[in-house]
């Protein structure tokens, strides 16, 4: 009954926050570490996640960024849930950061089946679900079209580079550009 409870809350709030993406987002940008954004992230899934391991690697280098931190912890929260939902026990997400010369870029990278190659442009889709998880339940399939939303809101992309059905893994690349030299300097 309480995962039940847990999953419904979720879909109730992912179909809120796609609202509020509809309706315009007002973004809280300040400086930040984005990858202290995925660290913590990935520490807040991990506890829900008892018997699956996030590995995370980041560069200790990475820039500070202005971006909305707390929607920004959403994005990778919903990417590190989807990728413990899709890959089969006993393996684990991997979570990477690296500065660009122009940008800083995340991704997540799952050990599961990966996605059809005719689904691969539809995963940001609202409502579009490709398969069934590994433990057989299908969400809303709202999670990435959030992510998307938000990721672009910040001026960034996000995109999944996947094997095909069958392969090994899907990685969930989010790239977020850095500030012109005179805003940093700002």
Known sequence: IEDETR???????????????????????????????????????????????????????????????ALLGQVFSNLL?????????????????????????????????????????LVFDKFFSHAPSVGGKAGAGLGLAIAKGIVEEMGGSIRAISPGAGGKGTEFIVTLPLPKSEEAAA
């Open 7 to 69: 999953r419904l809350t979720r879909q109730v709030d992912n179909l809120l926050d796609m609202t509020r993406l509809q309706s315009g987002l007002r973004l809280r940008e300040d400086w930040a570490d984005m990858g202290e954004i995925a660290r913590a992230s990935a520490a807040a899934i991990g506890i829900s996640a008892p018997g699956r391991a996030i590995e995370v690697k980041i560069d200790r280098a990475l820039p500070p960024l202005r971006c909305d931190a």
């Open 81 to 121: 849930e989807n990728a413990l939902k899709f890959s089969p026990p006993e393996t684990s997400v991997l979570v990477t950061a690296a500065a660009l010369p122009d940008a800083v870029e995340v991704k997540v990278a799952d050990q599961g089946a990966g996605i059809a190659a005719e689904d691969l442009p």
